[in-house]
């Protein structure tokens, strides 16, 4: 499985933003895929991942409630809205996914090259 990231850029604080992970060569219905991010100086977090059936399962405090994870299998692509935004969430966001399970280790099989977050006025 290959994933892309998209759809990062620079947003004001209380903005929103819409991330994208695109999958090939295998279809991401069943597969888990998590979004982390990693901030200037900090260790990659897990913020939040949707498994095979659809549950989501959130792993920062801070994000829910403005954080939603969804996917679109016809589109094999798996979304995170961010919704209000603020400077904290400044970072490069990935995904990664593996077979049908979340992992709370954060221990994926396939990963993306990330896209940047940057949340300033």
């Known amino acids: 499985v290959q994933l892309v990231e998209s759809g990062g850029g620079l947003v004001q604080p209380g903005g929103s933003l819409t991330l994208s992970c695109a999958g090939s060569?295998?279809?991401?219905?069943?597969?888990?895929v998590g979004w982390f991010r990693q901030a200037p100086g900090k260790a990659r977090e897990q913020v939040v991942c949707i498994d095979d059936s659809d549950r989501s399962t959130y792993y920062v405090d801070s994000v829910k409630g403005r954080f939603s994870i969804s996917r679109d299998n016809a589109k094999n692509t798996v979304y995170l809205q961010i919704n209000p935004l603020t400077p904290e969430d400044t970072a490069t966001y990935y995904c990664a996914a593996q077979q049908y399970y979340c992992s709370p280790y954060g221990t994926y099989d396939y990963w993306g090259q990330g896209t940047q977050v940057t949340v300033s006025s």
């Open positions: 060569g295998y279809g991401l219905d069943w597969h888990a």
